[in-house]
């Protein structure tokens, strides 16, 4: 079999994997860069959960989609922005708009919360997200995917901030790494790292605690410093 017709088979198998209906819906669904659930995607594409395992697993195989594994739960993403841009053309060719999707969390919890023992929700992912552009954190070598390292600059900035790095790294258990979010579906900070982290947040009463729940609530005070020192908006 020459090059050209194996290629040729390539691009028939991906446009039939794309091309029905309920993993179409999916793959549209998966545009916005949020991870999901099998079950949330089977309601998108309106067919039953065992029928959406199927059909992830056909574009897993294709390379179309990836799966990220947090605690018990599987949530699936576009397997890259290549992905994202054959999709996009595609949707221009039919005239189609991607609806958003909006996960279905309770305000208070969506905001801030807590998970196990670092923060959660919007603010955190926010926190996470400058941490990365500040370079104060970096992705370790892939095969270490979703693990965290401080840069020299990190590693400063967040002694500055108080935050025992040393006391950190000698914990048994991940120094950092990222924790997909349950609400917004990107990563916030986990590990030793996240958990001296909120630590720090709560002692200098930048969030406080619900004490029925899981919710955290940024204070004043909070909003005041975060806003200087990081651009958080209010």
């Given amino acids: 079999m020459d090059a050209n017709h194996s290629a040729d088979q390539a691009v028939s198998r991906i446009a039939a994997a794309i091309g029905e209906p309920a993993r179409t819906r999916m793959l549209l669904c998966l545009m916005d860069g949020l991870a999901k659930t099998s079950t949330e995607l089977a309601i998108v594409a309106e067919v039953t959960p065992s029928t959406a395992s199927v059909h992830l697993n056909r574009l897993k195989t294709e390379k179309l989609v990836k799966v990220q594994v947090q605690g018990k739960h599987r949530y699936y993403c576009l397997a890259g922005p290549n992905v994202a841009r054959a999709l996009e053309r595609l949707s221009v060719l039919a005239g189609d708009v ?6 279905n969390t309770p305000d208070r919890l969506r905001a801030a919360r ?3 023992d670092h923060a959660a929700g919007t603010v955190a992912v926010f926190l ?6 500040f370079e104060w954190i970096q992705s370790c070598p892939a095969n270490d995917a979703g693990t965290y390292d401080l840069t020299q600059l990190g590693a400063a900035a967040f002694q500055a901030l108080g935050i025992d790095i040393e006391a950190a790294r000698a914990l048994r258990r991940r120094f950092a790494y990222g924790c997909l979010d349950w609400s917004e579906r990107r990563p916030h900070l986990g590990g030793a790292l996240g958990a001296a982290l909120l630590k720090l947040l709560l002692t200098r009463k930048w969030l406080s605690r619900d004490q029925d729940s899981r919710a955290l609530y940024t204070t ?3 909003r005041r410093e975060m806003s200087t020192r990081f651009g958080l908006e209010s």
């Fill in 98 to 103: 991607p609806t958003r999707f909006v996960p």
């Fill in 114 to 116: 807590t998970c196990y």
């Fill in 128 to 133: 996470h997200d400058r941490f990365l552009a």
């Fill in 220 to 222: 004043p005070l909070g």
